[in-house]
Nanobody
């Protein structure tokens, strides 16, 4: 049974930082790509960042330089470090299990975490 459990969301002022974590179980973590998506109120869910089994990463163009995705295969955990947060970064952030891939493009599966709320106040 695949499980993805996110943590680390919260309320932060604009300019602040948060680090999200997603702990996975029930999978061979090291071969899969992992991704972070977000969904703002009234908007579609969008890919924020993906990381592949070979360690390469990709990001939404608007987020490059502020967000960093990383993974710890020993802990079966993927992280999203978010810096210089803006009010428009507010939303629910979801962890996704990607299809096995050493490099991009990111291809999601139907496995999602429960989501963690990130709220950035101005």
């Amino acid at each position: 049974q695949v499980q993805l459990v996110e943590s680390g969301g919260g309320l932060v002022q604009a300019g602040g930082s948060l680090r999200l974590s997603c702990a996975a179980s029930g999978i061979i973590f090291s071969i899969n790509a992992m991704g972070w998506y977000r969904q703002a109120p009234g908007k579609q869910r969008e890919l924020v960042a993906g990381i592949f089994s070979g360690g390469s990463t990709n990001y939404a163009d608007s987020l490059k330089g502020r967000f960093t995705i990383s993974r710890d295969n020993a802990k079966k955990t993927v992280y999203l470090q978010m810096n210089s947060l803006k009010p428009e970064d507010t939303g629910v952030y979801y962890c996704n299990l990607g299809r096995p891939s050493r490099t991009g493009p990111y291809s999601p599966t139907s496995w999602w975490g429960q989501g963690t709320q990130v709220t950035v106040s101005s």
